[in-house]
Nanobody, 116 residues
Framework: QVQLVESGGGLVEAGESARLSCAAS????????MGWYRQAPGKQRELVAV???????NTADSVKGRFTISRDNAKNTVYLQMNSLKPEDTAVYYC??????????WGRGTQVTVSS
């Protein structure tokens, strides 16, 4: 059983920073592509950033230069460092794990609200 638990969300002011963490249980973390997605009210879920087991990163243009994804395989944790936050970054942020054999898993999400 794989569980992903996000933490670090909350209310922040525009221009501030926040860091999200996603702790994964189970044995698939090091072999999984880990990702962060977000869903704003009335919008579809969208990719924020993903990081492969080898460390290759893909970041959405909307957050490039402001958000950084990283992973710590020893701690089974993936992070999303968010700088220069904007009100349009307000969304529920979801952690994902994609394993080539074991499939895909999602966390329950953590709310990030950026006030102007």
């Amino acid at each position: 059983q794989v569980q992903l638990v996000e933490s670090g969300g909350g209310l922040v002011e525009a221009g501030e920073s926040a860091r999200l963490s996603c702790a994964a249980s189970g044995s698939i973390f090091s072999a999984s592509t880990m990702g962060w997605y977000r869903q704003a009210p009335g919008k579809q879920r969208e990719l924020v950033a993903v990081i492969t087991p080898g460390g290759r990163i893909n970041t959405a243009d909307s957050v490039k230069g402001r958000f950084t994804i990283s992973r710590d395989n020893a701690k089974n944790t993936v992070y999303l460092q968010m700088n220069s936050l904007k009100p349009e970054d307000t969304a529920v942020y979801y952690c994902s794990a994609n394993h080539i054999l074991r499939g895909s898993y999602w966390g329950r999400g953590t709310q990030v609200t950026v006030s102007s």
